[in-house]
């Protein structure tokens, strides 16, 4: 530091408020609000800090003190002030920031503290995804900050997030996925007039690098149905994706249909766990234990042909008991079989969309704290920042990729030699 930087240090440092001055103010505190309040002692005190450095900051752009009479000769001079509003902890500050006669004073300090100036609306956003109400955030802001924020203004401040959720959900996407998983959770939405349980379409997928990446959030009708995700996978071709190689699913009625309408060559493996809790409903509770014993025979078996031979055993021992359940192992067994085409490495990861509902899981952590929606701009909104917050950690930077991820490409390379690019 040299002798000058030091100098103007030390002037800084004079006209700061004193040690003894903030023990004085300290002084007349009697509650938490004397501290943090609008008018609190906090705030003051950041006002005159400020408008020293100011003052300061000024000075050493025009090159003399105040009232000096070298103003008249450079041609600039101090030309009063003006007032300016900044947000700190304790919410809005005003200050009074001096001009010069030319307009050329621009505050390398303020900038910065500008930067950090929506203090408040990321508080505001922080706090709604979380799932906190209005109402509670207004309640927070109070009692946190001394600051009364309305209920429209808090709106305004979550609206504003809005066409970061329409960029997010129509960004491009990548040609080839090598695995997605495609799953649905449902939220009560209001819909003239009623609240209805609606579905929540979400689309998890494994990129090439062994990443995931939530590819977006699609408010459905009031139930889940195959139709709709046809539309959900058309907007995925709409936005680049080209080809998929193997779609988990679980068992919802035409799921393949939709899949194959746009993606003909796509490899589908239905959810063995949703199977496995789909054909428990129709088995006595006594049952069970041995029932499931009998299916954990099929599904782990080592190859399909061993898988077949357990699924017959299964229909002779139970069939006649419990047909509805046998048979509806029989007539989704192709798309329940799809995982023993694949070596251990791949099968581990598509037998179930336990990949995706484990993201559902963090995402209804949020969703159980609301009643209902009132919309569904409102449900994608909230959805959006509980993803950022959620998958903050995926992808480059974040977790490594999946386990074993290059034997995996490789296995997925020689299976599907026309499909996947080789560089």
């Known amino acids: 530091m040299t002798d000058e ?5 030390q002037e800084i440092s004079e006209r700061l408020p004193s040690v003894e001055s903030i023990q004085r103010e300290l ?20 006002a005159e800090a400020m408008e020293t450095m100011l003052e300061a900051e000024l000075t050493e752009q025009l090159g003399y003190e105040p009232y000096e009479a070298k103003g008249r000769k450079s041609g600039n001079s101090r030309n009063g002030k003006r007032k300016k509003k900044v947000r700190t902890s304790g919410g809005e500050t ?4 001096p001009r010069d006669r030319n307009s050329e004073f621009q505050s390398l300090l303020l900038e910065k503290h500008q930067a950090n100036s929506n203090e408040v609306e990321n508080k505001v956003i922080a706090l709604y995804a979380r799932g906190n109400s209005t ?3 207004r309640a927070i802001l109070e009692d946190l900050y001394g600051i009364d924020v309305s209920a429209t203004t808090i709106s305004t401040i979550t609206d504003k997030i809005w066409p970061l959720v329409e ?11 090598p695995i997605v998983y495609l799953d649905a959770l449902h939220v009560k939405l209001r819909r003239e007039g009623k609240v209805q349980n609606t579905a929540l379409y979400t689309v998890l997928a494994v990129d090439m ?7 977006g959030h699609w408010v459905g009708d009031a139930g889940e149905g195959a139709n709709f995700w046809l539309s959900v996978i058309s907007d995925l071709q709409s936005r680049g994706v080209e080809d998929i190689l193997i779609a988990c699913v679980d068992g919802l009625s035409g799921f393949s249909d939709a899949i194959h309408a746009v993606y003909p060559d796509t490899d589908v493996q239905r959810c063995i766990i949703h199977q496995i809790r789909h054909s428990l409903r129709y088995v006595a509770w006594a049952d069970r234990k041995e029932f499931t014993k009998d299916l954990r025979r099929i599904y782990q078996a080592p190859t399909r042909e061993q898988a077949e031979s357990h699924l017959l055993q299964l229909g002779e021992r139970w069939g006649q008991q419990y047909a509805i359940a046998v048979r509806s192992w029989e007539n989704n067994w192709d798309e329940l079989a799809t995982m023993f085409a694949y070596p251990t490495q791949i099968r581990r990861l598509i037998y179930t969309t336990n990949s995706v509902e484990g993201y559902h899981r963090q995402l209804r952590k949020v969703v159980k704290t609301k009643g209902s929606f009132p919309s569904a701009q409102s449900v994608r909104k909230l959805l959006y920042l509980v993803n950022e917050n959620v998958t903050r950690k995926w992808g480059p930077g974040g977790s ?3 386990r074993d991820w290059p034997k995996i490409l490789n296995q997925l390379t020689i299976r599907y030699d026309t499909r996947m690019p080789i560089p």
Do not use: T
């Not at 930087?5 to 240090?9: A, D, G, T, V």
């Not at 002084?27 to 950041?46: C, H, N, W």
């Open 400 to 402: 490594p990729p999946i």
């Open 167 to 177: 960029q997010w959900q129509s960004r491009p996407l990548e040609k080839l996925y």
């Open 27 to 46: 002084g007349k505190a009697e509650s938490i609000d004397d501290f943090f309040g609008k008018e609190g002692i906090f705030s003051r005190l950041f």
């Open 135 to 137: 109402r509670d955030i």
């Open 209 to 215: 690098d062994g990443h995931r990446d939530i590819l």
């Open 94 to 97: 005003e200050l009074q920031v």
């Open 5 to 9: 930087e030091k100098r103007r240090k």
